[in-house]
């Protein structure tokens, strides 16, 4: 099993840049794909971001890229979505997600999430 703590959310201004970190429990972290997926309000969960086990595929929903960076630490065991020119509509909660398949079956794990507000 798999414990996501997510932090460094915060009030923004248009422009700025913020860095949020996932810490993963379990010795296993290594093995997920991990992401980032965001929540607005009034609106359903959207992927963000994902990275893969070796840290070397990447993915980013259109929005986001060329502003956002993900990267994953496994010798720490520490997720992290550097996030750049920040704009309005990147206001929601945001939250760690690790994801694995074995034989089939999908096993995914959510953080609690971590508030990013960009006022204009």
């Known amino acids: 099993q798999v414990q996501l703590v997510e932090s460094g959310g915060g009030l923004v201004q248009v422009g700025a840049s913020l860095r949020l970190s996932c810490a993963a429990s379990?010795?296993?972290?290594?093995?997920?794909?991990m992401g980032w997926f965001r929540q607005a309000p009034g609106k359903e969960r959207e992927f963000v971001a994902a990275?893969?086990?070796?840290?070397?595929?990447?993915y980013y929903t259109d929005s986001v890229k060329g502003r956002f960076t993900i990267t994953r630490d496994n010798a720490k065991n520490t997720l992290s979505l550097q996030m750049n020119n920040l704009k309005p509509e990147d206001t929601a909660v945001y939250y760690c997600?690790?994801?694995?398949?074995?034989?089939?079956?999908?096993?995914?794990?959510w953080g609690q999430g971590t508030q990013v507000t960009v006022s204009s």
């Open positions: 997600n690790a994801y694995t398949e074995v034989s089939g079956r999908a096993t995914s794990y």
């Open positions: 990275i893969s086990w070796t840290g070397y595929n990447t």
């Open positions: 379990g010795r296993t972290f290594s093995s997920y794909t």
